[in-house]
């Protein structure tokens, strides 16, 4: 290890990787680093963050220029096996999702028969919203435009009832419009995408390290156990909580990792749900619902093995 991780990360959209004016990372992708950095140095300021675009960050990743992507293309078998990197879970399910106006007064895609939809042609999103709505024999009319942009600005003009894309993009662009709280993003998704850290293939203990680091960001969330109160809870007798915390057991030495590396990526970082809340969540302009980035006991995908 070099004395600090290097994370490649492509800028965009808002909320998950952006440089402020006076050069701070700020973002999901930029809190995954920093609880990586935690887990394996002991210092969420251990990381050090190089740009890569999409055509180039498989490449720099392979070739050892960067040590992790924290959030890349959504995982697929060709990705994962032809590439020469490893896919070690999601810290974001994307899908693509629906905006409209709050005074339509709809809670469900199913009461969208009939309606005109901003997209982008010759795309996977103008496919997949064909797809779902004849597959349900319901009436629509594409809004087909060239260009991302045309479509946002068609759909800002009232040229069409719904944009559609993936609910991180949209989110994003509702924060730019005239009043956002005035749109909102329907609950379902027509397709899914699950987004998360790669590394690349050959070093298994940081596969492990990578991977049981956003593991233990959900598991916290889990139990209880947040930025606030981890010191607090160092008296509880919940075992599970005690062995998180690195006081019933060690459970960082078949990583190699300290023995309370995880709750020094809590205290650092937090858990999951701190870390979402505040970068792209309700506390962020993005303003996003959990949905189904939230965890398996409220409804939505997220879950741990268990940290022992």
Known sequence: MRGHVVCGVTEGPEGFAAVTGDGTWTGLDIDFCRAVATAALGSSGAVQYRVVTAASRYQALAAGEVDLLPRANG??????????????????????????????????????????????????????????????????????????????????????????????????????????????????????????????????????????????????????????????????????????????????RSLGLAPDWSYQLVKQVGNYGEVFERTVGLKSPLALERGVNNLWMRGGLLSAGPLR
């Not at 590439?83 to 070690?88: A, E, K, N, Q, S």
């Open 75 to 252: 995982r697929t078998l060709s990705r994962d096996v032809e590439l020469g990197v490893r896919f070690t879970d999601t810290l974001f399910h994307n899908g693509q999702g629906f905006l409209i106006r709050r005074g339509y007064a709809v809670t469900s895609i199913l009461e969208l028969s009939g309606v005109s939809i901003c997209v982008m042609k010759d795309t996977d999103a103008a496919r997949d919203v064909e797809t779902y709505y004849q597959a349900r024999k319901m009436r629509y009319q594409l809004v087909a435009t060239e260009h991302w942009q045309e479509a946002v600005k068609a759909y800002a003009d009232g040229a069409c009832t719904v944009l559609t894309g993936d609910i991180a993009l949209l989110a994003a662009e509702r924060s730019r419009l005239v009043n956002p709280g005035e749109h909102v993003l329907m609950p379902e998704l027509v397709s899914k995408e699950m987004l998360g850290p790669v590394v690349r293939q050959g070093d298994e203990q940081w596969f492990s390290i990578v991977r049981w680091t956003l593991a233990a960001l959900i598991a916290a969330e889990e139990l209880g156990i947040t930025s606030q109160n981890v010191d607090a809870l160092r008296a509880s007798e919940n075992v599970d909580v005690r062995r998180f915390l690195g006081l019933e057991a060690d459970i960082g």
